[in-house]
């Protein structure tokens, strides 16, 4: 399988909501198609944002941009497919492989973020089958929206409060970076149909929610727990409710148990949860593709924890740890699930798939040890996007595009007998 190579100019865990002329971002776009044609490296560089310019070295836009040609030749045409809250996505046919581009311009009109991603045909009806947002929180930097699906009648209901992981994951579990599985858009359906609502939003700098963003530098993981926990407060004072449930989804299980501990709740769930620091968890991921890139990354993570800038990273771990997400990295590491799950004296149900790649098993069974009261649910065959899987890696990955599957059938029975169990 070829290498994707991106260009890192910001990191998976966020993208800039700055503003941008829509001519200004096509003229952007074509400059770029020409410098790359005529491999003219040091004119793409110049055409980066001081931000960008901070995160890629002339040198390696050089290598960037000359791999990129080496792999898949001239770049024939970038077709603009959407523009939506600043984020730009550009269909780039290349002489030999197709990729998605993502651009976002500063006031500037620089290049904040520039990403080449692997190319999914998206259905016409994608976008129109999107859930409306029926639900804002106002924050002091912006709107955070989301989709309130409540079950048919009129009596007071139980909401659970469904909170995505890291990453650009909007409220339906789908994302820029080529995840598309409706992941939580099947959970608020299946929850509806047993008698629950269900409230699940684009986090800041997410989705709808992007111009709430911060900038990278001064974003925080306190941000999203300080937003998950004002957002309990207004499902608690909303009298159609009978009690408010907090569900979270990997990175988004820290959030979601952290300002459970912060605002009263009716209960907290963890789904694919970490049960050590992100520290850890990221070491293992990365261990699992390279060793060698591991111990790299650990010094840097060692660094970061710290509190020291790591500044010598390498090509390959760039989107993890360039410099502007540093701070974001650092609030991260100062939370361990452990001592947070202990925190909690509400019912605590724990779900964690067997065949789950990103998070192991062994994560569930750290946070049952540090909470015994939990009730811990092992769904045999459930990857980390909730559908059924293989173990095989590439199998198992496959199901990350494919919306069409339901959710693993171990899964939301569950989850509905604990809620109706703690009621």
Known sequence: MKRIIFLPILMMVTISSMAQNKNAVDAAVSKFQNFYNLQQPDSFFNMLSEKGQSTLTPEKA?????????????????????EDAGLATYKSTFQRITLTLLVVLGQDNKLETFRFLPYKEESANDTAKKAPSNFVYKSATGNIYGTLTLPDGSKKVPVVLIISGSGPTDRDCNSSLGLKSNAFLMLADSLKKAGIA???????????SAKAMKDEENMRLDDYINDAAAIIKMLKNDSRFAGVYVAGHSEGSLIGMIAAGKVTVAGYISIAGMGEGMDKVIDKQIRAQSAEMADKAKIILDSIRNGYTAKDIPEELFNLFHISVQPYL??????????????LKIPVLLIQG??????????????????????LVMVKGMNHVMKQAPAD???????????????????????????????
Request: positive net charge.
């Open 330 to 343: 650092h609030s991260c590491l100062r939370y361990n699930p452990q001592t947070e799950i202990k925190k």
């Open 198 to 208: 269900s409230l699940r939003y684009d986090k800041r700098g997410i989705g709808e």
């Open 354 to 375: 067997t065949t789950d790649l990103q998070v192991g098993i062994e994560e569930a069974e750290l946070l049952k040890k540090a909470q015994p009261k939990a009730r």
């Open 393 to 423: 890696r590439e199998q198992n990955f496959a199901t990350y595009n494919k919306p069409e599957l339901p959710l693993s059938p171990g899964f939301v029975p569950d989850l509905v007998k604990f809620i109706n169990q703690s009621k």
């Open 62 to 82: 050089k290598l960037a941009i000359s791999s990129l040609y080496q792999q898949y030749g001239k770049l024939v045409s970038c077709e603009k497919l959407h």
